[in-house]
């Protein structure tokens, strides 16, 4: 199993930037194989939505609602993915929560993002 920590969540004015990590852990062979990382949030009474996504290469790919505000990075070396959110808005008020797939599947416990206007 991938083990993932998110951290860097927080409660912010509108317009303002914030920056996620996720530091994934685990034996060698699970974090060599590990291909794919996302972002994933989900605010209260609605599902879990897909923000963003990288592969090991550093393809990407956005979210519709997010495309220009936020950036998915990873450093291999440090095992680690981030997101940076810049102009947040109310409505990415939502759970944070990291994934990771290659041989073995990892989610993190998530993190708190909250948007005040």
């Known amino acids: 199993q991938v083990q993932l920590v998110e951290s860097g969540g927080g409660l912010v004015q509108a317009g303002v930037s914030l920056r996620l990590s996720c530091a994934a852990s685990?034996?060698?062979?699970?974090?060599?194989?590990?291909?794919?990382m996302g972002w994933y949030r989900q605010a209260p009474g609605k599902q879990r939505e897909l923000v963003a996504h990288i592969t090991k290469s550093g393809i990407t790919s956005y979210a519709d609602s997010v495309k220009g505000r936020f950036t998915i990075s990873r450093d291999n070396a440090k095992n680690t993915a981030f997101l940076q959110m810049n102009s947040l808005k109310p409505g990415d008020t939502a759970g944070y929560y990291c994934?990771?797939?290659?041989?073995?599947?990892?989610w993190g416990q998530g993190t708190l993002v909250t948007v005040s206007s």
């Open positions: 994934h990771a797939l290659g041989a073995l599947e990892g």
């Open positions: 685990g034996s060698i062979f699970t974090i060599f194989s590990i291909n794919s």
